[in-house]
């Protein structure tokens, strides 16, 4: 008879190591509940950029909803938006309080990226006994998550869901966990049981002010009055608001020394301007993006660099691997600090306290198209 394990979902002790819900699955062993920490994910770290601003309205409707028993929301928009920072925003809020001892209405959160498969993505994020078989896992994974949620107080963030809920069964399964789900897609709807909370893009002043945390880096200083209407049009005309966009811009007027009226009349030149449809997706966002590409004049060995980060899923990749795995491959030396630069070009996201390195889906989509490699993982934000 196996040692004594205590069924949360029921309130009663089971013989044996299986602690789920299920007990016709044999063979599935779980953890103890003292092995359970408050991040459930194997993404501990997941943050947002830190010149992250705005969206103050977004988050305490978010808070609200899923705080108020609401199961599943699904944040949506286009990609670049913002959705997913948005979440890791929320996300690190939880995760400080409960570090803090305050008050958090969840027991267990965790952050999942999604690849195109449910079953997949939660064996590659969730914190599971690992099983003796393939088979084992993937029941595994799913009896975990079960056992999480079964008192409610779960919060998971599921990020760049890019299918139906038709197309893929793991949705299905994830659609019956009680806890808080929170899910972001570019896609409007997956499926009629999932609340929708679509995302808009930042008003003039929120732009403006990522615009001038990039360009100065964080110094205080402000764009000169006589250059605000240079600025506004770049921003609004050119860019269309874009958050990503945005950014990008200010990281190359920053690495290029130019005032707003340069960077204006660079992008003018060069033909750069965003489209968008009337329902706000892009209709030319590669070629507009192969302008800026050109426009930072990346050398051969950091078009390498980006090329091997466009096919890792969007999570944060350790500088020490990075040095490991792609510095030797683009014939570059950890002295060189070529991360560091690709960061202050704007194409890398880093978070200096992890150090660690992301590549946004929108730019990872744009190389893979422009080098012919295939991106793995899926292409949302």
Known sequence: MGPEVVNRNKDSVFHGDYAGRDLNVTNIIMFQDSEREFVVTHNANIKPVSYFTGRETELQELRQRIEAGRK????????????????????????????????????????????????SSLQNGLKFKEQESPERNQKAAWKELEYLASEGKLLLFVDNVDKSINADPGLKKLKSIPGAVILTSRQASICDELEPYPIGFLDMEQCKEIYEKIRFKDSGRKVRPEEDQDLNYVIKDLAGRHTITVEHLAHLARIKTWPVRKLREKLEENGFCLEFHKDRKLINIQESYEILYDLSELTKAEQNILEAFS???????????????????????????????????????????????????????????????????????
């Open 72 to 119: 599943s929301v699904l944040v949506s928009g286009m990609g670049g938006i913002g959705k997913t920072h948005i979440c890791r925003k929320l996300f690190g809020e939880y995760l400080e309080k409960h570090s803090k001892d305050e008050n958090v209405p969840f027991q267990h959160i965790g952050f999942i990226e999604y690849n195109g498969n449910m079953d």
């Open 311 to 381: 096919v890792f899923p969007y999570i944060p990749l350790e500088a020490e691997i990075c040095n490991e795995w792609l510095l030797a491959d683009a014939g570059v030396d950890e002295e060189d600090d070529i991360l560091m630069g690709l960061y202050e070009k704007g194409w890398l996201q880093l978070d200096i306290e992890q150090e660690s390195y992301a590549l946004h889906p929108v730019f990872a989509q744009v190389i893979y198209k422009k080098t012919g490699q295939s991106l793995r993982g899926t292409l949302d934000s």
